[in-house]
């Protein structure tokens, strides 16, 4: 079945290293989005990309960084410099001939200890 | 730049009852309004969506949304209410973000509870 694929669903780090969450999708979707999404305070984002290649910041997007080389494949790295990184984080994709609803994955919990 | 406004942070309801989520918008141009639903520890589902047309959508599992422009609200409703109801509901607005792009942003949320 076409979807979304997140991983790993659950993940902790230590404090000072950086992580990786995988976000893989069937879809033949364009456009990906990374949002990280806390208690009471909704969905923000963080990254997204529009082409294969190209990406743009988000409103959160220090401390992250992405990489766009596959149509399929949008990963998330959460670096050591972002300050409070345990949040529970939400891979979307869009078709952009579509009308509009993004398709999310099942997210990725991240925990630092 | 566009907002939504989920009012409530929390709605209770009897199993049976009819509810209401409530869902306020601000953004330039005509809008694309969106519900989703989160169960825990899940990603988020389409419920449904408004993009023209009729002002009443109906979608999936029995959930419908009122559009009103002049108030710029799309209410989220369902006649009788299940105890599996209970979630975490999104309202969204899409706008574009300039480049061929567009960006959803979302309410904060409101949590519903269905009591039986």
């Known amino acids: 079945d076409g979807g979304i694929t997140q991983s790993p669903k659950y993940l902790f780090r230590k404090e000072g290293q950086n992580v990786t969450l995988s976000c893989e999708q069937n879809?033949?979707?364009?456009?990906m989005y990374w949002y990280r999404q806390d208690p009471g305070q909704g969905l923000r984002l963080i990254y997204y990309s529009q082409i294969v290649n190209d990406f743009q910041k988000g409103d959160i997007a220090e401390g992250y960084s992405v990489s766009r080389e596959k149509k399929e494949s949008f990963p998330l790295t959460v670096t050591s410099a972002q300050k409070n990184p345990t949040a529970f984080y939400l891979c979307a994709s869009y078709d952009r001939v579509g009308t509009g609803e993004l398709f999310f994955g099942e997210g990725s919990r991240l925990t630092v200890l | 730049a566009q907002s939504v406004a989920q009012p409530e942070d929390q709605v209770n309801v009897a199993e049976g009852n009819p509810l209401t989520v409530k869902c306020t918008y601000s953004?330039?141009?005509?809008?694309?309004l969106f519900w989703y639903v989160q169960y825990p520890n899940r990603g988020l589902q389409f419920l449904l969506k408004?993009?023209?047309?009729?002002?009443l959508v109906k979608g999936s599992y029995g959930f419908e949304a009122e559009f009103n422009k002049s108030q710029t609200s799309f209410h989220l409703k369902k006649p009788s209410a299940l105890v599996s109801d209970s979630a975490l509901y999104f309202c969204?607005?899409?706008?574009?973000?300039?480049?061929?792009?567009?960006?959803?942003?979302f309410g904060k949320g409101t949590k519903l509870s269905v009591i039986p």
């Open positions: 969204a607005v899409r706008a574009y973000s300039g480049a061929g792009s567009y960006q959803l942003t």
């Open positions: 408004y993009i023209t047309g009729d002002n």
């Open positions: 879809l033949n979707h364009d456009a």
């Open positions: 953004v330039s141009g005509n809008p694309y």
